[in-house]
């Protein structure tokens, strides 16, 4: 591998866990949400949630532009006040990559929170547990298998973004270079072809092998929550 491969993927790895790590627990606190309260507006929340699935990436990547930019409404605040900056460089590559897998995140939650037991919450509340406790002690157990798929998928999600990634970030070598840009850069070469290969097959590869992992990891944790 050459270094920009190299490069490449330790940038997306980075991307990607960072995605999952900023946006895993508000993907609970809204598949929650979703679950279990019903509330005006909440088919239009849930559209809004999954509309990344369905809008072309490189839309996302334009609003987030707008948004968080140095310029934008929301990215001048962040700069003026704390010094921060999304737009150009790795963090808002996370940024992209979190918007674009967050359904998928909600979705294996949710399905996951709607099928805990409620009367098993409900038992644990008239022994004296708060509401915050039996979340964190019964549900989120019970649900654990979902959220670890969600996690896996949203990181796997994360590796492949590209639409949004480059319409936001760029094509920064080092900085948000990552597996995605590198082969549509690779394929803009000429006598990159094979270079291009190796980044698909560690793509599979690493896309793969999460999946794998997320099957086995949930299956252990049913026949133990089982147990």
């Known amino acids: 591998m050459s ?7 330790k940038l ?3 991307v990607a866990l960072a995605a999952v790590g900023f946006s895993l627990p508000i993907a609970i606190l809204v598949a929650w949400v979703l ?3 019903t509330f005006p507006g909440k088919s239009f929340l849930d559209g809004f949630v999954h509309l990344p699935l369905i809008l072309p990436p490189v839309v996302v990547g334009y609003v987030l532009l707008v948004g968080l930019g140095r310029n934008g409404i929301v990215g001048s605040f962040l700069f003026d ?3 921060l900056t999304f737009a150009f460089t790795w ?3 996370a940024v992209a990559a979190a ?6 995140m909600v979705r294996a939650i949710r399905l996951s929170l709607e099928s805990v037991d409620q009367g098993l919450e409900q038992a644990a509340r008239t022994l004296g547990a708060n509401p ?3 979340f964190a002690t019964v549900t989120l157990p019970l649900a654990s298998p979902g959220i670890l798929t969600g996690a896996i998928l949203g990181f796997a999600r994360s590796l492949g973004e590209f639409g949004a990634t480059i ?3 760029s094509n920064i070598p080092g900085e948000t270079r990552t597996l995605p840009i590198a082969l549509y850069t690779l394929t803009q070469i000429p006598g990159g072809e094979a270079g291009a290969f190796r980044l698909v097959v560690i793509s599979v590869i690493v896309a793969f092998a999460a999946l794998l992992v997320s099957e086995m990891m949930a299956r252990r944790l049913k026949s133990r929550l089982g147990g």
């Open 99 to 104: 918007v674009m897998a967050f359904p998928l």
């Open 81 to 83: 006040t704390f010094g």
């Open 132 to 134: 915050l406790r039996v």
């Open 91 to 93: 963090k808002g590559a």
């Open 35 to 37: 679950a279990r309260k």
């Open 167 to 169: 319409t936001f970030v």
């Open 3 to 9: 270094d920009l491969e190299i490069e490449a993927l």
């Open 12 to 14: 997306s790895l980075q």
